[in-house]
Each structure stands twice: as C-alpha cells, then as structure tokens.
C-alpha cells in the first residue's frame, strides 16, 4: 500500500478508536497495581517475606512471558492481520481478569497472570496497525497521539483502581476491569477496518531473518534497547514513589492523595505534549526530538533525587511527561520509517518484549537501590542510565541528528 492509498484510507478513523481502546487497554493493564499485593495477602496468612516474595514474583510473571512470545505474536500478526490480534488480546486478557477475580490462592492467581502474559500484545498491535494504514510523512503524530492513550491510561490506572477497589472491593474490580475490555474487543471487531494484504512467502525460498529485512539492523537493535532502558527508568520508579513522597511529607496529611496527583502529573503532559513533538519530529527529523528527549529526561530526573519538596517534584515529574512523550512515540516512528511494511507487526512486537524486560528490571532496580541505600539513589541512577543511553545513541547513529529520517 502506498502513501496516496493510505490517505484514502480509514486510518484517521482507527487512530481515534484505537487511542480510545489503549488508552481504557492502559487503565485496565495498570489499575491492578496499587493492590495485587494487598489481594495476595488475602489468600493466606503470610509472613512478611512471603508476602514479598509472592507480590514480586504474581508480578513478574506477566511481563517475563510478554517479553517471550511477544514476537511469536507480531510474527503471527505479519500473516494474519494486526486486527485478529488486537480481538485475540483483548479477549484472552479480559478472561483472565476475570478469572483473577475468582481466585483463592496465590497458585491460582500466578497461572492467571500468565495467562495473561500468554496473551499480551493489544497495544503494540494497534500501534503496529496505525503505523501500517498512516501515510509515512504523518506517522510520528499519529503514533504520538496514539502513544497519549496508552501511556495515560497506565498512568491514571493505579488511581482509577484505587478508587474501584475502595468503593467495590479489590475482588470486584477484576471483574470492572474484564468487562472494559470486553468493551474494547468489540470496538476493536466492528469499528477497526483493516487493509491487510499477507505477505506471500516464494516457496524454496530461503528464510530471511527479521533483521536481514531492514537496511540498518544496527540502528533496529539499538533503538530496541532504548525501549528496554527509557522502561527500565520508568519502573524503577514506580516501585518508591510513594514511599518517596511519605518521606518528602514526614509521614503528615493526605499521602496517598498527592501520591496519585504526582503519579497523573505525566500523563496529562504526556497527552499536551506527544502530538506536538511528533508532528516536529515528521518536519525536522524523529532523531532530532529523540535525542533532545533523551538530554531533557537527564535533566529532569537528576534533580529528583536531591528536590526536597513535594511541589518541586510534582513540576518535575510533570516534565518527565514531556520527555516520554518524546522518547516512546519517536522511538515508534524511527522504528517503522527504518522498517519495511510487511515486518511492522513483528519489529512492534519485539520493542514490546524490550518494554516488558525493562518493567522487570526496571522494578528490580529501584527496590534494590532503595534498599541498599535510599529513594533518592534511584532518581540519581535513572539520569545516568539514560545519559549512557544517550552517549551510545549519539556515537553509534551519528545519522539521528540529520533534518529529514530515511525512508524505508
């Protein structure tokens, strides 16, 4: 399909229905969050390590089998179309919560969290699919834009769930949650419309590895590494900011209340700032706002670690909104103008396995850090592994500065 057929094509339509299912995919995939351990301490009398170890390990979980079939996935979604596949997601995943929410015992609750790992995928798919049906000059502002619905849900979920499970109870919003999506199955099968043409394989001919498909499988690798840390920096957060902001606040007034206001801070900036930066990034080139994101980030995590006032670290983390709406979306877009059409699919669904590494070690990294030392240490280490990431960036793709990205 090319460009001119694109246009005439339904992807403004998908576009607004797809940031309306990954940004509910988002509140759904995160509200859990603030009680799955406060669930599994419901199903048994736990000492405190065991507590620990069951939450960590009922979390992990999904991410781990995320990151190993998120490939087999896109691979499958390159065949068979990515709308199949946002229907297979949703499904499999609104199952799953429903069955989290008849659980009795942590065994029962570990299988569904794989289940629901097995069947992962829904917003890379859809991702994959706007950047397939977008004409090429306007896919950083429609994967930007499309960026704000996931990553806003995910930052509003934990608030979302909190106040399900205070109203309905923690066992109730399982099943809220498996009827949203449900909702966004639906939406996904009757309002989505796909051009999907499969790619023919020439039969004798040999196989050709995904990476063997792109003109710079350098840049592929790399870019797919930077999806992995810009997560890693995120998780590592996650895990202690509240407990951050209870120190920051000597432990005095409505803790959990400013704790939800900070965690929704970089969504709204997300959602102001993500279009905007992909439609600079498609006139002046997506490498130019990488990288300017990557210095921004450092720049603002840094001085997390030493702020010593909620209010300061409210307006920071209200930046670090800018700076993922710079850094996921380009990523995104560099990814599928370096990529051909017919591997989009597989190549979203290795930087989703990237991302879901990064949540792993990302959540490893930050209880470990705070742990052994303090909250602050994991602001400070966060700015410089991204700062790494930006020296590797800036010396291995020189090219990214460059005013206009290759067309693959």
């Known amino acids: 399909m090319d460009d001119a057929q694109r246009e005439r094509g339904p992807w403004k339509k998908n576009l607004y229905v797809l940031w309306f299912c990954t940004f509910v995919a988002g509140i759904a995939f995160s509200e859990i969050m603030p009680f799955l351990s406060l669930y599994v ?61 008849l659980c009795t015992n942590v065994w029962a609750l570990f299988a569904c969290r794989f289940f629901q790992g097995f069947f992962s995928g829904y917003i890379p798919n859809a991702q994959a699919l706007v950047a397939s049906q977008t004409p090429r000059a306007k896919a950083g502002v429609a994967l930007g834009t499309l960026v704000t619905g996931s990553v806003s849900g995910t930052l509003f979920g934990p608030i979302v769930g909190g106040i399900l499970a205070q109203i309905f109870s923690i066992r109730n919003t399982f099943f809220i949650t498996a009827a949203l999506l449900t909702v966004v199955c639906l939406m996904s099968a009757f309002m989505v419309e796909e051009s999907f043409v499969p790619v023919k394989r020439v039969k004798g001919a040999p196989h050709e590895s995904l990476l063997h498909k792109v003109a710079d499988p350098k840049l592929i690798v790399i870019l797919l590494v930077s999806t992995m840390i810009v997560q890693t920096g995120n998780a590592s ?15 005095q007034g409505a803790i959990t209340v400013v704790a939800g206001i900070i965690a929704a801070l970089p969504g709204i900036s997300n959602i102001l700032a993500a279009p905007r930066l992909g439609r600079y990034g498609d006139k002046h080139g997506s490498g130019r706002v990488l990288i300017g994101c990557y210095l921004f980030a450092v720049l603002v995590y840094f001085p997390q670690g030493i702020i010593g006032s909620v209010v300061g670290l409210g307006v920071l983390r209200l930046f670090v909104g800018i700076s993922d709406a710079g850094l996921f979306p380009t990523i995104q877009t560099l990814l599928t103008k370096n990529t051909p059409p017919e591997t989009t699919s597989a190549i979203f669904s290795w930087n989703q396995s990237f991302q879901a590494l990064g949540n792993m070690f990302g959540a490893f990294l930050g209880g470990t850090l705070a742990g052994l030392f303090d909250y602050n240490v994991v602001f400070i280490s966060t700015a410089l592994l991204l700062l790494i990431n930006l020296i590797v960036l800036r010396v291995t793709e020189p090219k ?3 005013r206009t990205d290759r067309k693959a």
């Open 41 to 101: 301490s419901q199903m048994g009398d736990f000492s405190k390590q065991e507590l620990t170890f069951w939450s960590g390990l009922i979390y992990a979980v999904t991410f781990l089998i995320t990151a190993i079939v998120s490939p087999l996935w896109g691979s499958l979604a390159d065949r068979t179309g990515r709308k199949v596949m946002l229907i297979r997601a949703s499904l499999g995943i609104a199952v799953s919560m429903a069955l989290m929410g």
């Open 237 to 251: 957060i996650s895990p202690i900011i509240s407990l951050y902001i209870k120190e920051l606040m000597h432990n």
């Open 400 to 402: 990214l500065l460059r």
